[in-house]
């Protein structure tokens, strides 16, 4: 059910709690939907500008990577997709994913105080060495590879005032609430992430500021400089080596016995739509 949506301009109120130069206009918030991945798509697809944005209390079919179902408790957590439109080809903005990882987590620390966050690559966010968000990356792509895509739908899910968690997740999952004793607002959370990735995002194509962020993003890395494994999707085996950082294509940089491989995160962590 849709809740109430926000035609540009936005109301003043929400303008100034977003602090937002484009990212959230226009805004449609649901009560329930299937996913807000989904409901951006169908948006994006009839014309929805970018930094369209749709926010969630409670979804019915929230999806993960790797086709995995994103299971949030209803009107606790911050679900929400925005509408992204680069006018660079997809190829030469790979450092996507991670910037929008490193942008939630800045948020949530700058909200949560003394926490940190850290990156598992390419995109989740970890306290503590739990789960506490996700992203998925979807994109619709008409031309070829060397062209931008039609859109990209940047979904973000964050574990924001959840007290429990089913028997399944209860060791790998945890929340804000959970780690600092306190509600969070989720309004602010929102504000907050959409501010600090509206920066991140005007700086794609610029190398020297990309290249700052991802070192801020290595200095965050799950396990960086510890001895991994990798494991290739559809079981095709699995690599180990030591995590070593980012490329600046930000794609994973394991040293192994044989020398440095590069994992690309573009080829994992995307998944198509059909346009
Ligand atoms: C992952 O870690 O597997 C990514 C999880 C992404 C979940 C968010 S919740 C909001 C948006 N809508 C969805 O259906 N998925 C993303």
């Keep these: 059910m849709l809740h109430f949506e926000y035609a540009t301009p936005l109301p003043d109120a929400w303008r100034a709690l977003t602090r937002c130069r484009g990212m959230g206009c226009p805004l449609r918030v649901y009560e329930t939907v299937d996913s807000t991945n989904e409901a951006a798509a169908q948006w994006a697809r009839a014309g929805a500008p970018a930094g369209a ?56 620390d700058a909200l949560t105080t003394p926490l940190s966050v850290a990156l598992k690559w390419p995109n989740d966010l970890y306290i503590a060495g739990k789960k506490t968000g996700g992203i998925l990356l979807e994109s619709s792509q008409s031309g070829g590879s060397a062209h931008p895509p039609d859109f990209i739908v940047l979904g973000l899910g964050i574990n924001v005032n959840q007290e429990q968690f089913s028997p399944e997740l209860a060791d790998t999952a945890t929340s804000l609430l959970l780690e600092t004793g306190r509600f969070i607002a989720r309004d602010a959370l929102l ?36 001895r991994v494994e990798i494991r290739f999707p559809g079981g095709m085996g699995t690599r180990q080596g030591v995590l070593v950082g980012v490329s600046p294509l930000g794609a994973l940089r394991l040293r192994t016995t044989e020398g440095e491989v590069l994992f690309h995160a573009g080829d994992v962590s995307t998944r198509a739509i059909k346009g």
């Design 191 to 226: 504000a907050e992430v959409l501010y600090v990735f509206e920066t991140m995002y005007a700086s794609l194509g610029d190398e020297a500021a990309t290249n700052r962020l991802l070192a801020s993003y290595e200095a965050r890395m799950h396990q960086r400089g510890e």
């Design 53 to 108: 944005l749709v926010v969630a209390d409670h979804q019915t079919a929230g999806r993960g990577r790797h086709r995995r179902v994103w299971q949030a408790d209803p009107g606790k957590n911050l679900l929400f997709s925005l509408v992204l439109r680069p006018a660079l080809p997809l190829d030469r903005i790979s450092v996507l994913p991670l910037l929008a990882g490193l942008a939630a987590a800045q948020a949530i």
